[in-house]
């Protein structure tokens, strides 16, 4: 455990860093960053009567007023300054749902005072502009007061005092009060950078304290809560109660990371202004039985000193990943400007504002069609379908499957059909008779009819246009799926619903409907008689009838080789007598198994110019083409004056949005070029200090004192042996 003497030493080491990080926050408060993201900070939490006020008195030596409830209804920022003069400023931070009038007068409520009795006159005054000292008026503010005070002994530090937690709503208090109060104190509890303050009365069981449960709820591993203990006097010395509270100052009851601190403030109800506070308290800790606790965790200086060190360690611990969540935020208030676009008040200011909105949809539109995917918005691989060409490439090979794998209305198997859509072969021809049978006409026996061929083919071909219709319309739905999502990229919601409901949806409709009837001039020629040059059909018709030749020839073969075992050369005569033999020939049997073989063949045939002519003549020609003309500068100069205020026009809740946006963006760049000045003070200030130099070389060239349990600090040289300071194990 670090000595008092150690805790001024380091405070001496840091005070120009703790100082100068100390005021970067309090400067990005003063931004208005705090409303944007979370800053480290030291928060006051208690119960209602755990000694909150008497506790931030003690801290600041300014006289809060600790007797009015109503004073306990807003949050106070307290920021303690060292400085060769005192000085006390109060000023109000109006919260976000006052309305634009009513900020404007709260932010001119700044006033400096000189002494504490014109600091509370002040105070109360505060209270009457925030609307709580006003008959029937609010019993609760979420304006911040803040309060700066300055002076020779102040600490470097800025604490933010909640209003006490309330168990139950009573006369004074409405359960509407207990809620407000609970969701305010959890707001600021939630914060990771927050470290909390927790504030227990020993006149109360701990147990009993809702501030407990409240903290082990945000912080489960007690890494970022300090237990204060206030009112220890009120304990009967050897006491069980006193026991307890001991107990519980040694971090042995309720474990935080940050340990536990005791103090004793004077009673609001005894104090005459004249009692020496501090003077008392070290008194009390010198003959109680708390002086058996580490000193360090005893009294109201010792108390500044860890509080100081420990906002000043969290502060340079959180502000690397300050910066990025500021410079994130940057980025998103920079693309959100910049969907909802300029300020659209004339007619001249919309139509620019979609001459360039359609400028920036042609060039998604055109990379998006071409396969050009370096473009930001298609960096997403979560969101695959934005790469309009692989998508629609991708449905095309799917709709190239289903066409070969379910595209004939029936399948032939080996052996017994598992289903109706399967049948043999020999079913198959057998059918093909009967149809032959009732469309007889004037051709020779045993030759097909070209008419049962065509209307072979109709039937089996029959799925094509329902997976045909589903393969186009799923195109079609991804990309206008594709089109939402790229006016979404590029401008807000608003505008986006608009473009797509009086321009866009017509078109993407009339593409549709283009493209199903440009399928219905493919179908219709797969409806008319069959006709085809493609030598592919003759090669495949011949093939499939040399086919059902050899296995008659097989089948006459195994025949003759039943017959006789063993044969030699003098039995070839045998065979070819066998192979002559032609018993008489069912003629319809012929022409069936000629008509389904020309049907087979015109059927691969057609199916592979099917494959090639609805992706190429239906989906790109119809649906994915000319996609970037839907919206183009072109298209927006012949737009009716109607259409394009309906379109662009901005609403006032937009108008509002904007001026929020742009005010949230100008906090978190003010912020940012903080963090930027504070760094270059940092880097600048360990080039030119030759103490920060030599601690760098010998940092990096650890000699035989590295096995000490000795670690020189920061400023120190060897020569200077108070600077060296002892490190437990």
């Not at 600021?188 to 009365?201: E, G």
């Amino acid at each position: 455990m670090s000595s008092i003497q150690e805790l001024h030493s380091m405070e001496n080491l840091r005070t120009v860093e703790q100082l100068q990080l100390l005021d970067l926050v309090d400067s990005l408060r003063a931004e208005g960053l705090s409303e944007f993201t979370a800053l480290p900070q030291l928060i006051v939490c208690g119960d209602q009567s755990s000694g909150k006020s008497s506790l931030l008195e003690a801290i600041s030596g300014v006289p809060f007023p600790r007797k009015d409830n109503l004073c306990t209804r807003f949050a106070t920022e307290v920021i303690l300054r060292r400085a060769p003069d005192s000085e006390i400023r109060v000023s109000l931070v109006p919260g976000k749902s006052r309305s634009s009038a009513d900020q404007e007068r709260l932010w001119l409520f700044r006033h400096e005072v000189s002494s504490y009795k014109d600091f509370v006159t002040l105070f109360e005054q505060a209270k009457d502009a925030m609307g709580l000292l006003s008959v029937g008026g609010n019993a609760f503010s979420e304006d911040i007061l803040r309060v700066e005070i300055s002076g020779p002994k102040q600490p470097q530090l800025t604490i933010v005092d909640l209003p006490g937690l309330i168990h139950s709503h009573n006369k004074h208090q409405t359960e509407h009060d207990v809620k407000l109060v609970t969701s305010l104190v959890a707001k600021y509890m939630k914060n990771p950078r927050s470290i909390i303050l927790a504030v227990v009365s020993a006149k109360n069981d701990f147990p009993n304290q809702i501030v407990l449960t409240r903290a082990r709820e945000v912080d489960p591993d007690g890494f970022r809560t300090l237990g204060v203990i206030t009112k220890p006097d009120q304990l009967g010395t050897g006491t069980e109660g006193e026991k307890i509270f001991l107990s519980l100052a040694r971090n042995e009851q309720v474990e935080f990371d940050l340990g536990w601190h005791v103090v004793r403030n004077l009673d609001s109800g005894v104090s005459d202004g004249t009692q020496d506070r501090d003077a008392i308290e070290k008194q009390f800790f010198a003959e109680s039985n708390f002086r058996s606790l580490s000193a360090t965790t005893l009294g109201i200086e010792n108390l500044r000193q860890r509080l100081s060190m420990v906002l000043f360690d969290q502060i340079k611990a959180e502000l690397p990943r300050l910066i990025k969540d500021i410079e994130s935020g940057i980025s998103s208030c920079r693309q959100e400007l910049e969907k909802l676009g300029p300020a659209r008040i004339t007619f001249d200011d919309q139509k620019n504002f979609l001459i360039d909105l359609s400028d920036d949809f042609q060039k998604l539109c055109e990379a998006a069609v071409k396969g050009d995917y370096e473009h930001e918005f298609f960096a997403d691989r979560s969101l695959a379908d934005r790469r309009l060409s692989a998508t629609i490439a991708n449905m095309g090979t799917d709709f190239e499957e289903d066409i070969r794998t379910e595209g004939a209305q029936w399948k032939i198997v080996e052996g017994v059909p598992p289903d109706k859509r399967s049948r043999t072969r020999a079913q198959a021809i057998k059918d093909v008779r009967k149809l032959l049978r009732m469309s007889r006409g004037r051709e020779l026996p045993g030759f097909p009819n070209s008419l049962v061929v065509g209307e072979l083919f109709r039937d089996y071909s029959k799925p094509w246009e329902d997976l045909a219709r589903h393969y186009i319309n799923d195109v079609w739905e991804t990309t206008k799926s594709f089109v939402e999502q790229a006016l979404l990229y590029l401008t807000d919601a608003t505008v986006s619903d608009a473009l797509l409901r009086h321009l866009l949806d017509p078109i993407m409709d009339q593409k549709l409907k283009l493209a199903y009837a440009k399928l219905d001039e493919l179908m219709l020629v797969h409806k008319q008689h069959p006709e085809t040059r493609n030598h592919y059909f003759t090669d495949t018709y011949q093939s499939l009838q040399k086919k059902q030749s050899d296995v008659k020839t097989t089948s006459v073969l195994k025949r003759a080789f039943s017959k006789r075992k063993e044969m030699t050369e003098d039995d070839i005569p045998f065979l070819v007598s066998i192979l002559r033999e032609n018993p008489e020939a069912d003629m319809d049997l012929i022409a069936a198994e000629s008509t389904y073989n020309a049907m087979d063949a015109f059927y691969k045939v057609s199916m592979k110019l099917f494959i090639d002519n609805v992706p190429n003549l239906v989906v790109r020609t119809t649906i994915a083409s000319q996609l970037a003309s839907m919206f183009s500068p072109k298209s927006v100069f012949a737009m009716d004056t109607n259409i394009v205020a309906k379109i662009a026009s901005e609403s006032e809740e937009k108008k509002v949005r904007r001026q929020e946006i742009s005010e949230k963006l100008k906090a978190l760049e003010a912020g940012n070029a903080l963090c930027k000045q504070y760094a270059l003070r940092v880097t600048f200030r360990a080039s030119q200090d030759p103490q920060i130099r030599g601690q760098r070389r010998l940092s990096s060239g650890q000699s035989s004192n590295a096995s000490s349990n000795e670690e020189v600090l920061i400023g120190d040289t060897p020569e200077d042996e108070d600077s060296v300071a002892s490190v437990d194990e």
